[in-house]
């Protein structure tokens, strides 16, 4: 009996393993910058773990988290244009490039540049789930969160954080009908703006995704208007 159980366990132990290890390996089955958004990534200065655009001594300062699997380099364009916007930009490499395992990541960001006066946490999809988390963690460190075809974590309609949601048309993921229904979890002051023929991909710059539908826009189109949208809102 005793050798049976220790097999049993054994057993169990080693489907464990296995199931760990197939996560990790699928968490770095990541979707790659595309070359135009590399062209955009060498703009930044690279500390630690993390692309940084613009001035440190800027009054405002953006840290954008990547979405689920995609590789930071992919949101450079963001960088570039909100840098020449007059804003700092951060974007982090996430814990196993998931931001649910990483809701902190904007923490150090902020320790290391006191100089920014209103600090912002955006993210796209999962990262801006991820991002919202934090904020509402951090209501004294944080004015805002910017969701880029994302919603909240949980219920922000009792936080004084500003909110603004820019979604997709056409996103196969974060879907028209999951926007609307965050509307319930955000609150009231929150600014909604959809983009006419957006999807989910294009948010980055990284090629189609997996259960997305077809954009008639280029990334950059898709990204300019969110930029734009988010500018203003700033």
Same mark, same amino acid.
Do not use: C
């Given at each position: 009996?005793?050798?049976?159980?220790? =097999?049993?366990?054994? *057993?169990?132990? @080693?489907?464990?393993?296995?199931?760990?290890?197939?996560?990790?390996? =699928?968490?770095?089955?990541?979707?790659?910058?595309?070359?135009? /958004?590399?062209? +955009?990534?060498?703009?930044? &200065?690279?500390?630690?773990?993390?692309?940084?655009?613009?001035?440190?001594? *800027?009054?405002?300062?953006?840290?954008?988290?990547?979405?689920?699997?995609?590789?930071? &380099? $992919?949101?450079?364009?963001?960088?570039?244009?909100?840098?020449?916007?007059?804003?700092?930009? @951060?974007?982090? *490499?996430?814990?196993?490039?998931?931001?649910?395992?990483?809701?902190? $990541? $904007?923490?150090?960001?902020? &320790?290391?540049?006191p100089?920014?006066?209103? =600090?912002?946490? $955006?993210?796209?999809?999962?990262?801006?789930? !991820? !991002?919202?988390?934090? @904020?509402?963690?951090?209501?004294?460190?944080v004015?805002?969160?910017?969701?880029?075809?994302?919603?909240?974590?949980? %219920?922000?309609t009792?936080?004084?954080?500003?909110?603004?949601?820019?979604?997709?048309?056409?996103?196969?993921? /974060?879907?028209? !009908?999951?926007? &609307?229904?965050?509307?319930? *979890?955000?609150? %009231?002051?929150?600014?909604f703006?959809q983009?006419?023929?957006?999807?989910? @991909?294009?948010?980055?710059? +990284?090629?189609? #995704?997996?259960?997305?539908?077809?954009?008639p826009?280029? !990334?950059?189109? #898709?990204?300019d208007?969110?930029?734009? #949208?988010?500018?203003? =809102?700033?």
């Amino acid at each position: 009996m005793k050798r049976k159980l220790k =097999w049993i366990g054994l *057993s169990l132990l @080693a489907v464990i393993l296995v199931a760990v290890i197939g996560f990790v390996v =699928w968490t770095q089955m990541t979707y790659g910058p595309t070359d135009e /958004a590399l062209g +955009y990534a060498v703009e930044a &200065e690279q500390v630690d773990n993390r692309l940084e655009f613009g001035d440190p001594g *800027s009054e405002v300062g953006i840290i954008l988290y990547p979405g689920a699997k995609v590789d930071k &380099e $992919a949101y450079a364009y963001y960088g570039t244009r909100l840098a020449e916007a007059g804003h700092f930009v @951060a974007i982090p *490499s996430l814990r196993l490039n998931l931001g649910i395992l990483d809701i902190d $990541a $904007a923490e150090t960001i902020i &320790e290391a540049h006191p100089d920014i006066e209103r =600090w912002y946490v $955006a993210g796209h999809s999962l990262g801006g789930s !991820a !991002a919202s988390g934090y @904020a509402l963690e951090n209501e004294d460190k944080v004015d805002g969160v910017i969701f880029l075809a994302s919603y909240p974590i949980s %219920s922000m309609t009792d936080s004084d954080l500003r909110v603004l949601s820019i979604s997709g048309e056409l996103d196969g993921l /974060a879907t028209p !009908a999951d926007i &609307e229904a965050s509307r319930d *979890s955000v609150p %009231s002051d929150a600014t909604f703006h959809q983009i006419e023929g957006g999807n989910h @991909a294009k948010f980055g710059m +990284y090629g189609p #995704q997996d259960g997305d539908n077809d954009s008639p826009l280029s !990334a950059k189109q #898709q990204l300019d208007e969110t930029i734009d #949208q988010i500018v203003d =809102w700033l």
